[in-house]
Structures are given as structure tokens and as C-alpha cells.
């Protein structure tokens, strides 16, 4: 119940945090192998992008929801 007072704070951390994320992957990788990433690699950037996005904005839902209670 609490999550879905939350949820366009969930979505639009998650849309803000996977572009940052893919984009600082995306850079450290053109820095580091000095090469364009495969395919596959996009997608693995991808993935972890979307992986860390949703743990912290799922975390940061927690703490408002928990916050919203007191």
C-alpha cells in the first residue's frame, strides 16, 4: 500500500538512474578498452544498469514509505 503512494518516485528514479548508470558504464568502458562494446556487452551494461537502479530506488521507497508512517 505504502509502495503505491510511491511509485511515480520508484519510476522516475529508475528512468533517471539506469541512463546515469549505462552512460558512466558506457563511458568507463570507451576509456578503459578504447574499443566500441559489443553487442553483448551493451546488454550486460544494460542489465547491470537496470540492477542498481532498482535496488536503490527500492531502497530509497523504503526509507520515504517508512518516513511517511511516523
Not at 11 to 40: D, Q, R
Not at 53 to 61: E, K, Q
Request: hydrophobic share 60%; charged share 15%; no cysteine.
Amino acid at each position: 500500500m505504502a509502495f503505491r503512494q510511491h511509485l511515480g518516485l520508484w519510476l522516475g528514479m529508475m528512468f533517471i538512474l539506469v541512463v546515469v548508470f549505462f552512460n558512466v558504464f558506457n563511458l568507463w568502458y570507451g576509456f578503459t578498452y578504447k574499443v566500441l562494446p559489443k553487442t553483448e556487452e551493451y546488454l550486460g551494461m544494460f542489465l547491470a544498469s537496470l540492477a542498481l537502479s532498482a535496488l536503490i530506488s527500492t531502497l530509497v521507497v523504503i526509507v520515504a514509505s517508512r518516513r511517511s508512517k511516523k
